[in-house]
């Protein structure tokens, strides 16, 4: 699901360097300057993978469809962080939310495994968001 996300976005860029380079070398170049959000995939891969190993683990269908639709909804939001890194807000309602709700989980059930994981991640992921946020002025 990711490589299809990502692989519209380094085809277009790539043949546009070749266009306007010299060497076919310039682009790994012009890729390692991409601005993409390779910590919000990363996210995203991480809850979508809880969610399978929740149903693998434990038989539970609600782990599945949760990771997927949240997993999906952070894979979302680094695509579009990635376009424009001033459009955070479907990645930081979506960390947001699994804070809160797993945050809650963790509190009652003190366990480190899944909820104490995936709440500790979607606050830092919240953090990270914030700050992105905080450091970068909106244009209007």
Known sequence: MFLYLLLPQLVS???S???????????FAFVSNMSVDWVGYGYAAL?????????VKAGSVPSLAAGALFGGLAGLGAYQISNDPN?????????????????KRFYGSRKL?????????????????????LQKPQQS
């Open 87 to 103: 459009n955070i807000w479907v990645s930081l309602v979506t960390s947001g939310a699994l804070t809160g709700v797993m945050g």
């Open 17 to 27: 360097v070749l266009q306007h380079s010299g060497s076919p070398l310039d682009i």
């Open 47 to 55: 809850i979508a993978s809880g969610g399978v190993i929740g149903y």
């Open 113 to 133: 495994m899944p909820a104490g994981l995936m709440a500790g991640a979607s606050l830092l992921m919240v953090g990270k968001l914030s700050l992105a946020l």
């Open 13 to 15: 860029y790539n043949i």
